[in-house]
Protein backbone atom coordinates (compact mmCIF):
# COMPACT_ATOMS: atom_id res chain seq x y z
CA UNK A 1 0.00 0.00 0.00
CA UNK A 2 2.85 2.43 0.84
CA UNK A 3 4.47 2.03 -2.67
CA UNK A 4 1.53 3.04 -4.40
CA UNK A 5 0.27 5.64 -2.58
CA UNK A 6 4.52 6.99 -3.01
CA UNK A 7 3.50 6.60 -7.26
CA UNK A 8 1.05 9.13 -5.87
CA UNK A 9 3.40 11.49 -4.89
CA UNK A 10 3.07 11.67 -1.38
CA UNK A 11 6.31 11.78 0.95
CA UNK A 12 6.24 9.30 3.78
CA UNK A 13 5.61 12.48 6.50
CA UNK A 14 2.32 12.98 3.81
CA UNK A 15 1.90 8.98 3.97
CA UNK A 16 2.05 8.52 7.61
CA UNK A 17 -0.60 11.45 7.97
CA UNK A 18 -3.30 10.11 6.09
CA UNK A 19 -2.46 6.18 6.59
CA UNK A 20 -2.98 7.86 10.69
CA UNK A 21 -6.39 9.60 9.40
CA UNK A 22 -7.91 6.43 7.70
CA UNK A 23 -7.40 4.45 11.09
CA UNK A 24 -8.39 7.10 13.49
CA UNK A 25 -11.18 8.29 11.61
CA UNK A 26 -12.02 11.49 13.13
CA UNK A 27 -9.47 12.92 14.79
CA UNK A 28 -7.71 16.61 16.12
CA UNK A 29 -4.30 17.44 14.68
CA UNK A 30 -2.99 16.62 18.29
CA UNK A 31 -4.23 13.05 18.21
CA UNK A 32 -3.12 12.52 14.48
CA UNK A 33 0.37 13.53 15.41
CA UNK A 34 0.83 11.23 18.09
CA UNK A 35 -0.39 8.12 15.73
CA UNK A 36 2.07 9.81 12.72
CA UNK A 37 4.75 10.36 15.55
CA UNK A 38 5.32 13.76 13.67
CA UNK A 39 5.11 17.07 15.55
CA UNK A 40 1.70 18.80 15.67
CA UNK A 41 3.17 21.79 12.70
CA UNK A 42 4.15 19.53 10.69
CA UNK A 43 0.95 17.35 10.89
CA UNK A 44 -1.21 20.58 10.65
CA UNK A 45 0.85 21.77 7.24
CA UNK A 46 0.41 18.20 5.57
CA UNK A 47 -3.56 17.89 6.92
CA UNK A 48 -3.79 21.33 4.87
CA UNK A 49 -2.19 19.97 2.23
CA UNK A 50 -3.86 16.32 2.01
CA UNK A 51 -7.00 18.65 1.83
CA UNK A 52 -5.92 20.47 -0.88
CA UNK A 53 -5.79 17.41 -2.81
CA UNK A 54 -9.64 16.39 -1.55
CA UNK A 55 -7.93 13.79 0.58
CA UNK A 56 -9.21 15.21 3.54
CA UNK A 57 -11.93 17.35 5.22
CA UNK A 58 -13.04 18.59 8.57
CA UNK A 59 -15.43 19.86 11.41
CA UNK A 60 -15.58 22.38 13.36
CA UNK A 61 -16.75 21.00 16.92
CA UNK A 62 -16.84 23.56 20.35
CA UNK A 63 -13.84 25.56 18.64
CA UNK A 64 -11.27 22.67 17.86
CA UNK A 65 -11.02 20.71 14.21
CA UNK A 66 -11.25 17.64 14.04
CA UNK A 67 -10.35 15.68 10.54
CA UNK A 68 -11.42 13.07 8.68
CA UNK A 69 -10.00 10.89 5.58
CA UNK A 70 -12.24 11.09 2.57
CA UNK A 71 -13.61 7.96 0.93
CA UNK A 72 -9.85 6.15 -0.42
CA UNK A 73 -11.52 6.49 -3.73
CA UNK A 74 -10.52 9.61 -4.01
CA UNK A 75 -6.87 8.64 -4.48
CA UNK A 76 -8.14 7.38 -8.13
CA UNK A 77 -9.32 11.21 -8.45
CA UNK A 78 -5.64 12.30 -7.74
CA UNK A 79 -4.45 9.86 -10.51
CA UNK A 80 -6.27 11.35 -13.36
CA UNK A 81 -6.32 14.89 -11.91
CA UNK A 82 -2.31 14.18 -11.96
CA UNK A 83 -2.88 12.61 -16.06
CA UNK A 84 -4.74 15.84 -16.53
CA UNK A 85 -1.72 17.96 -15.15
CA UNK A 86 0.45 16.15 -16.88
CA UNK A 87 -1.12 16.18 -20.24
CA UNK A 88 -1.30 19.86 -19.94
CA UNK A 89 2.34 20.19 -19.06
CA UNK A 90 3.17 18.08 -22.53
CA UNK A 91 1.20 20.47 -24.32
CA UNK A 92 2.82 23.56 -23.13
CA UNK A 93 6.58 21.88 -23.23
CA UNK A 94 6.00 21.87 -27.00
CA UNK A 95 5.39 25.75 -26.96
CA UNK A 96 8.48 26.29 -25.00
CA UNK A 97 11.06 23.71 -25.75
CA UNK A 98 12.43 25.88 -27.96
CA UNK A 99 12.86 28.67 -25.05
CA UNK A 100 14.34 26.23 -23.13
CA UNK A 101 16.49 24.56 -25.45
CA UNK A 102 17.88 28.17 -26.32
CA UNK A 103 19.14 28.22 -22.31
CA UNK A 104 20.46 24.87 -22.65
CA UNK A 105 22.69 25.95 -24.97
CA UNK A 106 23.44 28.98 -23.34
CA UNK A 107 24.63 27.02 -20.28
CA UNK A 108 26.86 24.63 -22.54
CA UNK A 109 29.50 27.90 -22.81
CA UNK A 110 30.04 27.71 -19.26
CA UNK A 111 32.77 25.43 -18.67
CA UNK A 112 32.36 21.98 -17.14
CA UNK A 113 34.66 21.30 -14.50
CA UNK A 114 35.78 17.84 -12.46
CA UNK A 115 38.26 17.62 -9.88
CA UNK A 116 40.06 14.47 -9.56
CA UNK A 117 42.55 12.77 -7.02
CA UNK A 118 44.49 9.80 -5.93
CA UNK A 119 45.07 6.64 -8.21
CA UNK A 120 41.70 5.93 -8.49
CA UNK A 121 40.49 9.42 -9.10
CA UNK A 122 43.31 9.56 -12.03
CA UNK A 123 42.60 6.15 -13.68
CA UNK A 124 38.74 7.58 -13.60
CA UNK A 125 40.06 10.76 -15.17
CA UNK A 126 41.89 8.66 -18.46
CA UNK A 127 39.16 6.31 -18.58
CA UNK A 128 36.83 9.31 -19.62
CA UNK A 129 39.48 10.42 -21.83
CA UNK A 130 39.27 6.92 -23.73
CA UNK A 131 35.34 7.55 -23.54
CA UNK A 132 35.16 10.61 -25.01
CA UNK A 133 37.52 9.63 -27.92
CA UNK A 134 36.13 6.77 -29.03
CA UNK A 135 33.15 8.59 -29.70
CA UNK A 136 35.03 10.96 -31.70
CA UNK A 137 35.41 11.07 -36.03
CA UNK A 138 38.47 12.75 -35.42
CA UNK A 139 40.42 10.22 -32.78
CA UNK A 140 43.13 12.80 -32.57
CA UNK A 141 44.26 14.20 -29.78
CA UNK A 142 47.18 16.23 -27.73
CA UNK A 143 49.60 16.05 -24.36
CA UNK A 144 51.98 18.13 -23.21
CA UNK A 145 53.88 14.98 -21.55
CA UNK A 146 56.33 15.10 -18.81
CA UNK A 147 58.53 12.43 -17.67
CA UNK A 148 58.51 13.74 -14.05
CA UNK A 149 55.07 12.38 -13.96
CA UNK A 150 55.15 9.59 -16.20
CA UNK A 151 55.33 6.91 -14.58
CA UNK A 152 52.69 7.94 -11.92
CA UNK A 153 49.85 8.07 -14.23
CA UNK A 154 50.82 4.72 -16.11
CA UNK A 155 50.78 3.30 -12.77
CA UNK A 156 47.36 4.21 -12.22
CA UNK A 157 46.36 3.14 -15.58
CA UNK A 158 48.68 0.30 -16.62
CA UNK A 159 46.49 -0.69 -19.46
CA UNK A 160 45.63 2.48 -20.84
CA UNK A 161 47.78 3.25 -23.91
CA UNK A 162 46.57 -0.58 -24.79
CA UNK A 163 43.23 0.11 -24.38
CA UNK A 164 43.81 3.23 -26.69
CA UNK A 165 45.39 1.91 -29.53
CA UNK A 166 42.57 -1.37 -29.66
CA UNK A 167 39.91 1.70 -29.73
CA UNK A 168 42.20 3.63 -32.73
CA UNK A 169 42.87 6.56 -30.90
CA UNK A 170 45.78 8.64 -32.09
CA UNK A 171 47.64 10.99 -30.10
CA UNK A 172 50.08 13.93 -30.53
CA UNK A 173 52.43 14.41 -27.65
CA UNK A 174 55.13 17.28 -26.72
CA UNK A 175 57.79 15.77 -24.64
CA UNK A 176 59.41 17.14 -21.55
CA UNK A 177 62.49 15.38 -19.96
CA UNK A 178 64.33 12.72 -21.52
CA UNK A 179 62.20 8.84 -22.50
CA UNK A 180 58.66 8.38 -23.54
CA UNK A 181 59.86 6.13 -26.82
CA UNK A 182 56.11 5.96 -29.14
CA UNK A 183 54.09 2.78 -28.47
CA UNK A 184 51.92 2.89 -31.50
CA UNK A 185 49.34 5.08 -32.99
CA UNK A 186 51.03 7.89 -31.42
CA UNK A 187 53.67 10.78 -32.50
CA UNK A 188 56.20 12.24 -30.15
CA UNK A 189 58.92 15.61 -30.07
CA UNK A 190 60.07 16.77 -27.68
CA UNK A 191 60.23 20.99 -26.72
CA UNK A 192 63.39 19.90 -24.30
CA UNK A 193 65.31 16.87 -23.02
CA UNK A 194 65.57 18.05 -19.38
CA UNK A 195 63.45 17.05 -16.67
CA UNK A 196 59.77 18.82 -16.51
CA UNK A 197 57.93 20.28 -13.81
CA UNK A 198 55.31 16.92 -12.83
CA UNK A 199 52.18 17.83 -14.56
CA UNK A 200 50.78 16.15 -17.71
CA UNK A 201 47.96 18.07 -19.81
CA UNK A 202 45.74 15.98 -22.27
CA UNK A 203 43.92 18.72 -25.25
CA UNK A 204 41.07 16.11 -26.41
CA UNK A 205 37.33 16.75 -28.08
CA UNK A 206 36.13 20.20 -26.29
CA UNK A 207 38.20 19.14 -22.89
CA UNK A 208 41.27 19.81 -21.51
CA UNK A 209 42.39 17.91 -18.13
CA UNK A 210 45.74 18.86 -15.47
CA UNK A 211 47.10 16.25 -14.11
CA UNK A 212 49.90 17.25 -11.41
CA UNK A 213 51.40 16.27 -8.23
CA UNK A 214 50.46 17.79 -5.18
CA UNK A 215 53.01 18.89 -2.37
CA UNK A 216 52.49 15.85 -0.48
CA UNK A 217 53.02 13.75 -4.04
CA UNK A 218 49.36 12.97 -4.67
CA UNK A 219 48.57 12.64 -7.83
CA UNK A 220 45.22 14.96 -8.44
CA UNK A 221 43.45 15.63 -11.75
CA UNK A 222 41.32 18.50 -13.31
CA UNK A 223 39.27 18.21 -16.59
CA UNK A 224 37.30 21.41 -17.83
CA UNK A 225 34.92 21.09 -20.90
CA UNK A 226 34.91 23.96 -22.97
CA UNK A 227 35.17 24.63 -26.74
CA UNK A 228 36.00 27.96 -26.86
CA UNK A 229 39.40 26.80 -24.17
CA UNK A 230 39.87 23.24 -26.21
CA UNK A 231 40.32 25.41 -29.58
CA UNK A 232 42.30 27.97 -28.10
CA UNK A 233 44.93 25.26 -26.24
CA UNK A 234 44.94 23.20 -29.39
CA UNK A 235 45.73 26.24 -31.51
CA UNK A 236 48.50 26.77 -29.41
CA UNK A 237 49.78 22.97 -29.52
CA UNK A 238 49.27 22.84 -33.12
CA UNK A 239 51.38 25.73 -34.06
CA UNK A 240 54.28 24.81 -31.49
CA UNK A 241 54.39 21.52 -32.98
CA UNK A 242 54.96 22.54 -36.30
CA UNK A 243 58.06 24.56 -34.86
CA UNK A 244 59.61 21.45 -33.21
Not at 170 to 199: H, N, Y
Request: positive net charge; hydrophobic residues 40%; glycine residues 6%.
Amino acid sequence: MLSVLKKLGLSDKEIAVYVALLTLGSASVRQIAEAARINRGTTYDILKFLMTEELVNYVNKQTKNFFTAEDPVRLKQLIQKKQTHLREAAHELDEFLPQLETLHNRGGEKPIVCYFEDKKGIRTLLAEVLRVMDAQKDKTYFVYSSSALRKHYRAAYPTYTKERIAKKIFVRAIAFGSGGATSGLDERRWISKQEGSPAYTLIYAGHIAHIALDTGGRMVGVTIENEAMYQSHRTIFESLWKTL
